[in-house]
């Protein structure tokens, strides 16, 4: 079994930034990517950044060139570097993990972008 726990969620300025933190435990050796997804009150949840095994990346077109992610290993962690934020990025964000059998979600932390 794989658990996320997400981290680093709060409220910014408009143009400001924040780091989340998705920290991996259990079964990490079966994880083959990782991604960020967000949901806003009365939308859908979507896909915002993932990160495979080999190191590829994708981005929504909303957050290309204002989000990066990226890993640390050693720390079985992903994180999403989020700048230029805009109160269109107000939403829960999700941490999801892909293994071969399974999809596990982390518990969710809030953004909240502040006009």
């Known amino acids: 079994q794989v658990q996320l726990v997400e981290s680093g969620g709060g409220l910014v300025q408009a143009g400001g930034s924040l780091r989340l933190s998705c920290a991996a435990s259990?079964?990490?050796?079966?994880?083959?990517?990782i991604g960020w997804y967000r949901q806003a009150p009365g939308k859908q949840r979507e896909l915002v950044a993932r990160?495979?095994?080999?190191?590829?990346?994708n981005y929504a077109d909303s957050v290309k060139g204002r989000f990066t992610i990226f890993r640390e290993n050693a720390k079985n962690a992903v994180y999403l570097q989020m700048n230029s934020l805009e109160p269109e990025d107000t939403a829960v964000y999700y941490c999801?993990?892909?293994?071969?059998?399974?999809?596990?979600w982390g518990q969710g932390t809030q953004v909240t972008v502040s006009s």
């Open positions: 999801r993990a892909e293994t071969y059998s399974m999809v596990v």
């Open positions: 259990g079964s990490t050796f079966s994880i083959i990517a």
């Open positions: 990160i495979s095994n080999s190191g590829s990346t």
